[in-house]
């Protein structure tokens, strides 16, 4: 569905350099990045502020052209071929709007199915598929300007939506969402990818939308690739310890000594023992075994490295290794 191979993305910055002087320079927002992403997959675009992710969006979409490096999505080359590729994607972009904002939302998404030319029984089903799951009927009837972000959102979404597309981009949907409104959001985003096979591709700050819907995160950073990969090899890779937290029926001395367990922290008297392992040493399902077979056990679980803490241990990473090679190199030779 997408194909990115060494894209860039170069702007000129003016910067002053004397009294009436001014020197420009390129700036690299985006620099090299490659990354393909398959049909039917759900792919979150993760980096800081600055890191290049709305500028990969933007060429993405046909609203930038690239420096150099090529894309395609949908075999289409985005900004020789915008209205074609139009026809084939969705975008939502949380603080830019596509609906009319004085306008009743369902007047909205009238106009929306002339531009796109959508047949009258195709836009019917989509619509009332979208206002059901999205719970639109309320405020159908209202105009854009007195909804609130929440009700806007979902109707950014629906709009998205009406044509069908084959990859729905996202460029921070769920931003100054209340919990409730993220939720709904959510759910239905991810049955769309799963029952519909509609690609995914989310880029946010709000890494709770990513671990979510995204099986597979691409994490940008200074405008290069700074990690691609599923998120559960990411987070082994990043923190390989997870927590087995038990529950015992009677308050029991420290459950130490238990294969590929590394320390051992006492709640409630040893009642609540919280157990962490290296996840390459042992499994959960065997590590809960051995406990089973010293204790007896109320209840359990497992805890894994919260997704922020993967993504900031990726990014310390990077910047540890580039100190690193920094070491011993004089300010002149950088």
């Known amino acids: 569905m997408i194909e990115v191979r060494d894209l860039r993305r170069e702007f000129r910055v003016s910067r002053k350099a004397g009294f009436l002087r001014r020197t420009h320079d390129a700036v690299a927002a985006v620099d090299g990045v490659s990354f393909d992403v398959a049909a039917g997959e759900a792919v979150g675009y993760v980096g800081p502020n600055g890191a290049g992710k709305s500028t990969t ?3 993405l979409t046909g609203i930038l052209v690239p420096t150099s490096g090529t894309v395609r999505v949908s075999g289409i080359d985005p900004s020789r071929q915008r209205k074609e590729l139009a026809r084939r994607i969705g975008v939502v972009f949380g603080q830019r709007s596509q609906l009319w904002w004085d306008l009743p939302l369902l007047d909205s998404f009238e106009l929306l199915r002339t531009i796109y030319r959508v047949s009258g029984p195709d836009y019917a089903r989509r619509l009332a598929e979208c206002v ?4 639109l009927g309320p405020f159908l009837a209202t105009p854009v300007r007195q909804l609130s972000l929440g009700q806007r959102m979902r109707g950014e979404v629906t709009a998205s939506l009406l044509h069908a597309p084959e990859l729905l981009v996202l460029d921070e949907p769920t931003i100054g969402l209340d919990l409730e409104s993220k939720e709904r959001l959510r759910e239905f985003l991810a049955e769309l990818n799963t029952k519909r096979g509609t690609t995914l591709l989310l880029t946010t700050h709000d890494l709770d939308d990513i671990q979510r819907l995204c099986p597979r995160l691409v994490v940008i950073d200074h405008g290069t690739v700074l990690a691609d990969g599923p998120l559960a090899d990411l987070r082994a890779e990043v923190s390989p310890e997870r927590v087995l937290v038990v529950d015992l029926e009677d308050p029991a001395p420290a459950l130490e000594g238990l294969p590929g367990v590394t320390s051992v922290r006492l709640e409630l008297g040893g009642k609540r023992q919280h157990l ?15 406990v089973a077979a010293r204790a007896e056990v109320h209840d359990l679980s497992v ?4 997704i922020d803490d993967v993504v900031r241990g990726l990014y310390e990473r990077r910047h540890a290794a580039r100190d690193v090679g920094n070491v011993g190199v004089s300010p002149d030779s950088r």
């Open 303 to 306: 805890e894994e490295s919260d």
């Open 276 to 290: 962490a392992f290296r996840r390459d040493r042992t499994t959960a399902a065997a590590l809960i075994t051995a």
């Open 132 to 135: 059901d799951l999205l719970e």
């Open 57 to 59: 969006i933007k060429m």
